[in-house]
């Protein structure tokens, strides 16, 4: 059967069917070998918030959507009524990225914002699938020479980033679309942790 648009349905079903498939095979190996990093991210998300610090996040595409996305549910809600926390994605400012990116480099976008914002105590978080991408390698690195606390959130690509940060969260799979769905899931579970521990415990 062939749409009014020229698509084959049936072709189109079945490549649907492999994608949810590998979807559900990835958060299954998610399931299996990754819950005990995320709580150790929850953990990590609530000392910085309940000691005062700042939670700087930041992203490259859709990675930059899923940052403005966390900061979104914890300075604005995820399931229960709170005051706002301090989380800020570093993607949001195009005048700050596009002088960055103009006057010095693209890779210099979040370092930049980094060395300006952050401080010993607080958190920051760079997400990159790939594990590869300059301005994430370099905001971490200038994080950790300021005192700060460093997780990443990759894809199996980015293995590599263990070693270089505090905590690496690596998604079961080097398929992109696969990464961003299991970090998708992931930073629910982060947000519904931390939101529940920080009202139960008024802590923060």
Known sequence: ?????????????????????????????????????????????????ATGHKIFIFGNGGSAADAQHVAGELMGRFLQESDPWPVVALSTDTSVITCIGN?????????????????????????????????IIKGLEVARKQGAKTIAFTGMRGAKLDGSVDLCFV?????????????????????????????KTGTA
């Not at 994608?19 to 910085?48: C, K, P």
């Not at 480099?105 to 991408?133: C, E, F, M, N, P």
């Not at 799979?173 to 009202?199: F, K, M, N």
Request: glycine share 4%; charged share 20%.
């Open 1 to 49: 059967m062939v749409t009014s648009r020229g698509l084959d349905k049936v072709s189109a079903v079945e490549s649907l069917r492999t994608i949810t498939t590998e979807s559900i095979d990835t958060h299954r190996q998610f399931m299996a070998q990754s819950l005990e990093v995320i709580a150790e991210v929850a953990s990590m998300f609530i000392e910085a918030l």
């Open 171 to 199: 998604a079961p799979s080097h398929h992109t679309p696969r990464v961003q769905e299991i970090h998708l899931l992931a930073w629910h579970g982060v947000c519904e942790l931390v939101e529940d521990y920080l009202l």
């Open 103 to 135: 006057d010095w480099d693209y890779s210099q976008i979040y370092s930049r914002q980094v060395k300006a914002l952050a401080r010993a105590g607080d958190l920051v978080v760079g997400i990159t699938t790939s594990g590869s991408s300059p301005n």
